[in-house]
């Protein structure tokens, strides 16, 4: 008696892992663009004229998305791929880091109001993820079940 065995598990890991890592770089890159906007439009809260900057200047008011001002908070966001298909959303200027914090989560003794716009943002954005990821995954299924 021959008997022959078919596995095309390979086939199918290798084909999910490369539609889900393409799917979640796409949502990352999305993620970032909203963030960025996040920070565009029209505040309500002091105006500040600060020489040798862009003047005059209308901060956000507490729990507004943070004001744009010199654009250097939005030009830090980035996306990073980790091993495994992830992405990591993160501000890569170690000021703009620092000053994102407080502006996030206001400071210590609350002088600086919390003007959350990262952590809203992103969970705004979980559902599209989550249905970026499904759709990528039923596809890779789709193609595996037609081979």
């Given amino acids: 008696m021959t008997r022959i065995e078919f596995d095309r598990s390979f086939q199918f890991l290798a084909a999910m892992d490369a539609a889900i890592a393409t799917a979640t770089e796409k949502s990352a890159v999305e993620l970032v663009e909203k963030l960025k906007a996040k920070l565009q439009g029209p505040r309500h809260g002091r105006t500040y004229t600060v020489s040798g900057k862009p003047s005059p200047h209308t901060a956000s008011a507490p729990g507004e998305a943070p004001a744009h001002?010199?654009?250097?908070?939005?030009?830090?966001?980035?996306?990073?791929?980790?091993?495994?298909?992830?992405?990591?959303?993160?501000?890569?200027?170690?000021?703009?880091a620092y000053a994102g914090k407080f502006l996030e989560f206001g400071s210590p003794g609350g002088k600086i109001a919390a003007r959350p716009w990262f952590r809203p943002t992103a969970d705004a954005h979980e559902a599209e993820y989550v249905a970026t990821i499904e759709a990528a995954a039923a596809a890779a299924l789709g193609i595996l079940g037609r081979g």
């Fill in 69 to 96: 001002w010199e654009g250097i908070l939005a030009g830090a966001i980035k996306h990073l791929p980790l091993p495994g298909g992830g992405q990591e959303i993160f501000v890569d200027d170690d000021e703009a």
